[in-house]
């Protein structure tokens, strides 16, 4: 058989031409180039790292959610009890309990910076008072938007200890800040002074070429809002002249819209190219407001995007009042050649939570719809929770401000603007009682869960769609018994409309009481039991103050000739029935527990005003003189010689705040 021949292939076959061999390999050269390019360009598809981790969404916010100062500073600028050794705070919680008490963090903090305590402007300032917050879930309080810029100093230069930043600052356009401003410029000059702190430890950035604007380690942006926002530096820079300029260029507009939310959405989205793209900066985002803002639709978008970018926003302030949408500000025309009058105009700044939950219920015979005006202890909801879940803190400023008590309203003739608060309190005490920063669909569905929960968000809408005003009358002259008969009749009428709206109130909240023992956080807890409490008082007094009036119609006997009028005086003997005592019973226990296990907080306040106030009627008889005052009406003599009033001086509308 014939053996076929196999020819072996050689193990390498020598190349015959190279130029198609070197044309692939520099073809994939440059596509290696290209491609690492593009990685370096190209957005990041994944947050870029902060300071440190933001807080995690959750069901609950993080302890310690607010600060506010203890003592009255002595010039315009902060408040605290322990200097500036408390002015840098603790990073953002990563959980939802602090893992470090807020006094060790504080001092970690200053173990951090020492070259920061060493700068004598920042440690021994009384401009710079602050108490120690943790930053992330909370406020702090100021005296003046000057000791407010001074905190947040120290914010920027932590910031800067990580790497170069960018801070835009975004001031409301309302006239009241006209003022708050022109202090501000004045202190743009000492957060660059406190650059050099930063340069002498070296944080990155200040290796960089000075004469490169965009290399510089702090840029600034200076923004203004009302219906839409305004870019007052084209680019973000670091000339301390063109930023202070462009801070005095603010002009006040006369809409009266403060789109707050819309401005911040804007300017994150404008800046975040200087977060994506290396080389790589922090950016931060100061708002200067004194309302609440007109665009609360847009919060939630506003708060995912400042948590996906991880900007925090810092918020100055006023703070809310508590439990109610709008505060008043005392204003006099300054042209004197107008009417010198006091006007209050109303600002909103509130409320604290996201839907109501105190009921609007005037104290019964004193003709007050809504009793003193308490600080919340916190800043309006929508921006207050954007500071909170953003990374920053809301810095409540208020010229009145007290540690705890009545407010010092000594110096109003240097605030004109200053929104009126009769009350603050301990803000160590309110943390405790922080409202629930959640979206609407979570805060809804907390309130499905407790039937008290949402007896006191329904009874305290109710009382606000329908304010009950309790202008009643308690002073009953008596020339004659058909004249008398009719007073009665007429105050009757109008007792007679407030009754229902009372009942309906009480038994609103009757179907939250089965779950009233399921409630776990204070806030909920005071808030239900005083609106109990203070629906319960308001409807005996309500009932027996008609009782009363009914029993006077059968005929009343004064105690001597001279006298001449019948007044309906608050008694602590109930005369209208076992029911009522009844009733009056349960208001009495639910106003103690606020008043005993709440002590020191605004609930507190009130349920000890209505304690003091008795919730039964008697009638006293005084002489008023009327036959004398009935004759001189008639004669159409006054008392004395009045003389010829002044012209009046001419009106004009007060500004938009």
């Not at 290796?207 to 510089?216: E, L, S, T």
């Not at 922090?282 to 665009?295: K, Q």
């Not at 007679?496 to 806030?523: H, Y």
């Not at 109990?532 to 119609?553: C, I, P, S």
Request: hydrophobic fraction near 40%.
């Amino acid at each position: 058989m014939r053996q076929k021949s196999v020819q072996r292939r050689p193990l390498a076959e020598p190349i015959g031409e190279p130029l198609p061999w070197l044309a692939s390999l520099a073809t994939h050269a440059v596509l290696l180039v290209v491609l690492g390019l593009i990685t370096q360009l190209s957005p990041i598809d994944f947050p870029p790292e902060l300071i440190s981790p933001v807080p995690p969404q959750t069901d609950e916010p993080p302890e310690d959610a607010f600060r506010v100062a203890d003592e009255l500073s002595v010039d315009v600028g902060a408040l605290s009890d322990a200097g500036a050794g408390d002015a840098a705070a603790a990073a953002p919680a990563p959980a939802l309990l602090s893992e470090v008490s807020i006094e060790q963090t504080a001092l970690a903090r200053l173990g951090e910076l020492p070259a920061l305590e060493a700068t004598a402007p920042l440690a021994t300032s009384p401009d710079l008072l602050w108490d120690v917050e943790v930053r992330g879930v909370g406020a702090v309080g100021a005296t003046g938007s000057q000791g407010a810029v001074d905190r947040l100093t120290g914010e920027i230069l932590l910031s800067l200890e990580q790497r170069p930043t960018l801070v835009v600052w975004l001031f409301d356009r309302s006239g009241s800040l006209t003022d708050q401003r022109e202090q501000i410029v004045e202190r743009f000059d000492r957060v660059y002074e406190q650059l050099g702190v930063a340069a002498v430890r070296g944080a990155e950035g200040f290796d960089r070429d000075p004469a490169d604007a965009d290399d510089a380690p702090l840029l600034t942006t200076v923004a203004a809002y009302a219906d839409t926002v305004q870019f007052l530096t084209r680019q973000p820079t670091d000339d301390v002249d063109a930023i202070k300029q462009a801070v005095r260029d603010v002009t006040p507009d006369a809409g009266g819209m403060e789109n707050v939310f819309s401005a911040v959405i804007e300017s994150v989205d404008r800046h975040k190219r200087y977060r994506l793209r290396r080389p790589r900066r922090n950016l931060m985002v100061v708002v200067f407001t004194d309302e609440a803002g007109d665009d609360t639709h847009l919060l939630d978008r506003a708060v995912d995007l400042c948590r996906t970018m991880q900007t925090p926003v810092y918020v100055v302030g006023a703070p809310a009042p508590f439990g109610r949408v709008e505060n008043y500000v005392r204003y006099v025309d300054p042209d004197p050649q107008f009417d010198q009058s006091t006007q209050f105009l109303p600002v909103r700044q509130g409320p604290e939570s996201l839907m109501p939950e105190r009921l609007r219920l005037g104290y019964f015979g004193r003709g007050d719809v809504d009793g003193p005006t308490l600080d919340a202890g916190f800043g309006p909801f929508g921006l207050t929770r954007l500071a909170a879940e953003s990374g920053g803190f809301y810095i409540a400023v208020h010229a009145f401000r007290v540690a705890a008590g009545r407010a010092d309203k000594s110096r109003r003739r240097d605030h004109p603007f200053t929104a009126e608060i009769d009350y603050f309190f301990d803000e160590r005490l309110m943390r405790r009682y922080r409202p629930d920063y959640v979206p609407t669909g979570e805060y809804q569905r907390r309130l499905r869960e407790n039937g008290a929960r949402r007896a006191l968000v329904e009874a305290a809408s109710l009382s606000w769609t329908e304010p009950l005003r309790e202008n009643v009358r308690r002073e009953f002259p008596k020339l004659d018994d058909a004249q008398f008969a009719q007073d009665l009749s007429v105050a009757q009428r109008a007792a007679a409309v407030l009754e229902p709206k009372l009942q309906q109130l009480v038994a609103t909240l009757r179907r939250g009481e089965g779950d009233r023992p399921e409630l776990d956080s204070p806030r909920w807890q005071a808030g239900y039991d005083l609106a109990m409490g203070r629906a319960l008082a308001t409807k005996v007094r309500a009932e027996g103050y008609n009782t009363m009036l009914a029993l006077a119609k059968q005929g009343m006997e004064f105690t001597s000739e001279r006298k001449d009028t019948w007044v309906l005086a608050p008694s602590d003997e109930i005369l209208t029935g076992s029911r009522a005592e009844a009733e009056a019973g349960e208001a009495r226990a639910y106003l103690e527990r606020v008043a005993a296990e709440h002590k020191g907080t605004p609930w507190a306040l009130l349920a000890e005003r209505e304690l003091d106030r008795p919730l039964g009627w008697e009638w006293r008889d005084e002489f008023r003189n009327l036959a004398e005052r009935l004759a001189q009406q008639q004669n159409n003599r006054p008392n004395r010689p009045q003389p010829n009033p002044p012209a009046a001086k001419p009106t004009r509308p007060p500004p938009k705040l």
